[in-house]
């Protein structure tokens, strides 16, 4: 792994390092009521796409409540050296000197992403807009992910491939042409990567780019595209999809961005509380953007207490204090296809709290679980038959037999979630942090090979979830931290 930051970012402090190398293994046991108000760290595709747009500004862009999570601390890097000048002034206080659209220097050593797919595919669209070669690089995790479907639209539109792994997978270098062409492009899958991919290398061609989906997905490019000055035009498509139109070429006009909390991560606070008995807490400024909002909708139709408190906008996002309060009472139910853009990352702790809920949970589907950082699908399947409760992977659908028993003339459900492990995380945060949480009531702990991962996305997970009461040990001394 390379350094949290390299020389090319100036830094007041450093920021906390992430997975260095051998993993972490961690328990999670029976805990008492989870207590408290918490706020999880900022949203991390608003993080990736802040420093994205700051970058494409002319002039200076002020990020508050930066993720300073591995996957953000790399798109970071990408952005210096390609020529932004990237400055930490304090915690998750940042600023980015632009250099304006087309305006990106060529950098002179491969850009490396780490584990973040989001990092590495909407920069991969920047780079498209310049006519610069850059070589992308990851980890085994990145490196085994799809690309084409990124490489195909930024190919129609001009680009060159000059390097690839097999099936167009890192490394792979890129050669943005000096005259880009714009595109209408029908993206095969609902992805706010490859949407954002095709925008941001359209802000570079002149004329119109076009992107249609025909399921929404999270809209924070388009709606950075429209704060930093960009016309942009967003229609509804079809029943459930949008249509997006961008005028290429703008001048990008640097605007300040506050980052609010990420529902993704703010979900394992949440279902903590959900399945620990006694539990109430706050969550504070959580982003609750329709489009991110899936597994709430989903946990409250089974019965979930969660409250949107202080609803309010920062930042141009929807914003709530959440309050999750745990009743004992969670059902199955099925979950429909098209919630899945709305809620991609939060299967894994889904089928966690499903695991606690009365009757099996069917969650329908689920085809592109399989190429996030792990094939989810699988490691949420194996994990679960690690810590001992039914399921079964049904084409792309997922179902979650919940484990425990009813009494009281069949009113009253006690769950009884075995435990154990360990659980295998192939290098997936989520993965690691949702089977933490499913060792919080289970009957004995569950273990997990490693949690060095979660430094990714959410670097306080441990701590916050130790303040909030949960009972969680890490056998290296290094991540006890
Ligand atoms: C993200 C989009 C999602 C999600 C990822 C972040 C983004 O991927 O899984 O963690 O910031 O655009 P897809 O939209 O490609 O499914």
Redesign the pocket.
């Known amino acids: 792994m390379t350094s949290p930051l390299s020389p090319s970012i100036t830094t007041a402090a450093p920021v906390a390092s992430g997975h260095a190398g051998a993993p972490m293994p961690a328990r999670a046991g029976l805990s008492p009521a989870l207590k408290g108000t918490v706020r999880v760290p900022g949203d991390?595709?608003v993080s990736?796409r802040s420093l994205i747009f700051g970058t494409l500004a002319v002039g200076e862009t002020r990020i508050s409540g930066l993720l300073e999570g591995e996957d953000v601390l790399g798109t970071a890097r990408a952005c210096a050296a390609l020529g932004a000048t990237v400055e930490r002034l304090g915690e998750g206080e940042w600023r980015v000197e632009g250099v304006g659209v087309g305006g990106l220097t060529q950098p002179d050593a491969p850009l490396d992403f780490g584990n973040a797919?989001?990092g590495s595919r909407l920069m991969m669209g920047v780079v498209a807009g310049n006519p610069i070669t850059a070589t992308f690089d990851g980890d085994a995790s990145l490196r085994r992910r799809p690309m084409r479907r990124i490489l195909d639209p930024l190919e129609r539109m001009g680009v060159e491939v000059l390097d690839a792994a097999e099936g167009g997978r890192l490394p792979l270098t890129l050669k943005g042409p000096r005259d880009l062409v714009p595109i209408t492009y029908e993206s095969p899958v609902a992805?706010?990567?490859?949407k954002?991919a095709v925008l941001l290398a359209g802000l570079g061609a002149p004329g119109e780019t076009v992107l249609i989906e025909k399921e929404a997905?999270?809209d924070?490019t388009e709606r950075m595209l429209a704060h930093f000055g960009a016309d942009v035009r967003v229609e509804p498509f079809g029943e459930h999809g949008r249509k997006v139109t961008l005028k290429g070429r703008p001048e990008l006009k640097p605007a300040p961005i506050a980052v609010p909390a990420d529902p993704s991560s703010a979900a394992f606070p949440v279902a903590a509380a959900l399945i620990v008995p006694g539990s109430d807490i706050v969550i504070e400024g959580v982003m609750v953007n329709p489009l991110r909002t899936g597994l709430f909708i989903t946990l409250k139709q089974m019965g979930a207490s969660i409250e949107y408190l202080n609803e309010r906008i920062e930042g141009g996002e929807d914003v709530a204090d959440l309050r999750v309060r745990h009743t004992g009472r969670l059902r199955a139910v099925e979950v429909p296809a098209e919630r899945a853009p709305s809620m991609?990352?939060e299967y894994p702790i889904l089928a966690v709290v499903a695991a606690y809920a009365q009757g099996t949970t069917r969650m329908n589907g689920l085809s592109?679980l399989r190429v996030?950082e792990s094939d989810r699908l699988a490691a949420v399947a194996r994990g679960l038959d690690a810590i001992g409760v039914h399921n079964r992977i049904e084409g792309d659908d997922l179902l979650v037999e919940g484990a425990g028993s009813v009494s009281g003339g069949a009113t009253i459900w006690t769950p009884k979630v075995p435990g154990g492990g360990p659980v295998a995380t192939h290098m997936d945060h989520r993965i690691a942090m949702s089977f933490l949480v499913a060792g919080l009531a289970a009957l004995r702990p569950v273990e997990v090979d490693d949690v060095a991962f979660i430094a990714t996305s959410f670097p306080s997970f441990l701590p916050l979830m130790k303040q909030l009461g949960a009972v969680i040990e890490v056998d290296a001394a290094e991540g006890a931290r």
């Open positions: 991390k595709s990736h797919g989001t992805s706010a990567q490859i954002s997905s999270r924070h991609i990352d592109e996030k």
